[in-house]
């Protein structure tokens, strides 16, 4: 019998075995490359429960109400409002933010807020040539001063501000719950922290006023800490609530100062949940809303001790 030739069998069959190896190679390599980008959703795991950072709190008793007071008038989100309570030793400041007719995403809580307490100076500069005064559009918002007085805020200027105080946060109060809008405002923000820092977009904190907003926030950028705020939410519980923060690791809730109950917080502290109520303007009630279990205070008028 002819004794038969093993040679070729061998060599097919290592050869097999050496592109088995370098293709597996590739796909371990790939696989790492991977793991070592970070993704849209990596704060900085990969999927939820996401890891927030609240050590911004610890510090911080109170938040400041749309850039905090001043002389007596709320909700101006003005330069000055935040300059003069920056003074005071504010760290951590919300701000409204609505879109202009035209698309631009500014600081003021609506059109209607703006033609009651703004005014557009005989003298200012408009860079259109052809106005109405009465329309919410960025070049008249911008050209106006709240109640006489106080300078618009957008977002070049606040990212100016960022960059200049380094230890300020800035907790958004977006107008809008709805996906559409909330992506428009949302890719603002990124879009224009990405023209100056990128890194500047750490010191956000993300109101959401829904559990779906969660998902719109997180994939326009990996934001470092998220608030889960109430107000806006008609079907919240405390069990759903401590649900979707386990699940998720949102571990900041807002509410109404008048819905917060020694309950609630016995149900939430053991899971981590801080706790902030709003907008408290009296000192006995903040006094009052801490000993329910509120860690943070939002007001308007409140000074840091």
């Known amino acids: ?154 977002l070049s200027i606040l990212f100016d501000l960022l960059q200049e105080y380094p230890d300020v946060y800035i907790v958004t109060d977006t107008k809008y719950s709805d996906e559409t809008n909330v992506r428009k405002q949302f890719s603002s923000f990124v879009e224009a922290a990405n023209a100056v820092d990128p890194s500047l977009l750490d010191r956000f904190i993300i109101q959401i006023y829904n559990q779906e907003m969660l998902d719109w926030v997180m994939d326009v950028h990996a934001w470092k800490s998220i608030i889960y705020t109430l107000y806006q939410d008609p079907n919240w519980t405390p069990e759903n609530v401590l649900a979707f923060s386990e699940s998720t690791g949102v571990k900041f809730i807002t509410m109404w100062d008048s819905y917060l109950t020694p309950e609630i917080s016995k149900i939430w502290k053991p899971a981590n949940i801080r706790i902030a109520t709003h907008t408290l303007n009296s000192l006995a009630r903040a006094k009052q809303s801490r000993t329910r279990g509120a860690d943070v205070i939002y007001t308007d008028f409140l000074i840091p001790q």
């Open 1 to 154: 019998m002819k004794k038969k030739n093993w040679l070729p069998i061998t060599i097919i069959t290592l050869a097999i075995l050496a592109l088995t190896i370098s293709v597996g190679a590739v796909i371990l390599n790939n696989i790492k490359n991977r793991s070592d980008t970070t993704t849209i959703n990596d704060v900085p795991g990969s999927e939820p429960p996401y890891n927030f950072d609240y050590s911004w709190a610890d510090n911080n008793p109170y938040i400041a109400h749309a850039m905090d007071g001043i002389m007596g008038k709320s909700y101006t989100n003005s330069y000055e409002a935040f300059l003069l309570n920056y003074q005071l030793g504010h760290r951590i400041f919300e701000v409204d933010f609505f879109l202009t007719d035209d698309g631009y995403n500014i600081a003021a809580h609506d059109a209607e807020h703006w033609r009651n307490n703004a005014t557009i100076p005989p003298d200012a500069e408009i860079r259109s040539s052809t106005f109405d005064t009465k329309k919410f559009t960025y070049d008249n918002f911008m050209s106006s001063l709240w109640y006489g007085e106080y300078h618009a805020i957008d």
